[in-house]
């Protein structure tokens, strides 16, 4: 009997053994080394993601133009593009209304040109009159669309990480898209007001997090936060993310962004946006060359702090540049018949993009101009003529060869 038992244990342990063997890795997940860097791993290699926001809007349509289901196919036809310039990554914001449709361009970048998708959700920041992440059933009808939006994609070859909201943590300050409860609303103190509102939405994405990782154990999972406010209140209450997907938009410089975040949240992180437009509102002119200056830049602070560079902090993961294609409906969203009109207006103002801040107002950020690539209001085969700026070229020339002199060298500040 106690031979019997031996012989039994045996095959047990055995049986352990191979299934820790064979219990396959995840397809992607974030490794973090013996100094402490952190690295992305994609299909058994290190992957820097050389991201670009991605929403092929064509010219006199707006954000709710179903881009997906265009039997014109334009991520076809950027895909390539991408391809030929470096790009391994789009990221979108929210998946379209129709999966099979969205599993189509997924299925195609990665099948095609080898680019994977990172996957988004607003979390409700954009419903009116305003997000109620202090109200229980709101709470959960955004949850229910966030795993759907997981399980219909999980499975997808081309996903590489989902991203939990975008600039969501600035309606907890009272900026943008302000909620409350009746309970902080008895608080007397502003700064409590804000604590407050930050515990419960840092909450709520540690929960979503934590029931994407029971359902999906091989793609991360990042918290969207605009710029570094309210981490100290994501290192409290968030700590089921894997990494953080900051909105930066700090000029040629991301100064000290990337130590900063090591003290407040000691997470890897994407810059799921950045960028420059390159239309100068001071002299009221296109500069490609403003453009290509601002994102060298910015690309050469990213691998200066990727994993193993001695020079910087090494919990950078890459970038998804905003954006691919210029958005023609955005300053005048409420117009339809501005949508047709490439608008060199603007409405807000950023002094980090030194060369036009001296336009009327200081305002000096193009919303219509972000695009690396160009629309014309001509059609090819269906879609609008796309027009490379130079910006495409100088990163895709960056990214063969990260440790050249700039090709922008030249550009000086007035």
């Known amino acids: ?38 690295q992305l791993i994609a299909g058994g290699k290190v992957f820097v993601v050389k991201g670009v926001c991605y929403n092929p809007v064509p010219v006199g349509k707006n954000h709710e133009y179903d881009w997906w289901s265009d039997p014109a196919k334009p991520w076809i036809v950027d895909g390539k593009l991408m391809q030929e310039m470096g790009i391994n990554t789009i990221r979108i914001y929210q998946p379209g209304k129709d999966p099979q449709a969205v599993k189509e361009v997924i299925k195609d970048l990665y099948e095609l040109y080898g680019i994977r998708t990172i996957m988004g959700h607003w979390l409700g920041f954009w419903e009116y009159p305003c997000p109620f992440y202090g109200d229980k059933n709101f ?39 302000p909620w409350s409860t009746e309970e902080i609303d008895q608080e007397p103190n502003l700064q409590k007001q804000k604590a407050m509102r930050a515990e419960i939405f840092y909450s709520y994405v540690n929960d979503l997090a934590k029931e994407i990782h029971q359902i999906d154990s091989n793609h991360p999972v990042a918290l969207g936060n605009g710029e570094l406010i309210g981490l100290e209140f994501a290192d409290k209450f968030s700590g089921e993310v894997d990494l953080v997907a900051c909105i930066i938009y700090r000029g040629k410089t991301f100064g000290n962004l990337f130590n900063s975040l090591r003290a407040a949240f000691d997470k890897p992180i994407l810059i799921s946006e950045f960028g420059a437009d390159c239309y100068d509102a001071y002299k009221m002119q296109e500069d490609q060359n403003m453009q290509a200056f601002f994102l060298e830049s910015q690309w050469r602070q990213v691998y200066e702090n990727l994993a193993n560079n001695k020079e910087g902090a090494g919990n950078c993961l890459g970038g998804a540049m905003f954006e691919w294609v210029d958005e023609w409906w955005k300053h005048n969203e409420s117009s339809p018949d501005t949508w047709g009109v490439h608008d060199t207006g603007s409405n807000w103002s950023n002094g980090s993009y030194y060369f036009d801040i001296k336009a009327q107002d200081n305002k000096n950020m193009n ?33 063969k060869n990260p440790d050249s002199e700039p090709q922008t060298r030249n550009r000086k500040s007035r």
């Open 367 to 399: 919303e219509e101009w972000f695009g690396i690539v160009a629309l014309s209001d001509d059609l090819e085969n269906g879609l609008n003529k796309r027009i490379p700026r130079k910006a495409y070229y100088v990163i895709r020339e960056f990214w």
């Open 1 to 38: 009997m106690k031979k019997f038992i031996f012989i039994l244990a045996i095959f047990i342990f055995l049986g352990g053994l191979t299934g820790m063997a064979s219990k396959p890795k995840a397809d992607v997940y974030i490794k973090r080394l013996k100094n402490d860097h952190y």
């Open 139 to 177: 709470q959960d009808r955004i949850k229910a669309g966030v795993i759907e939006m997981v399980n219909n994609y999980k499975d997808q070859p081309g996903i590489l990480m989902w991203i939990l909201g975008n600039e969501n943590n600035y309606s907890c300050l009272g900026q943008v898209n």
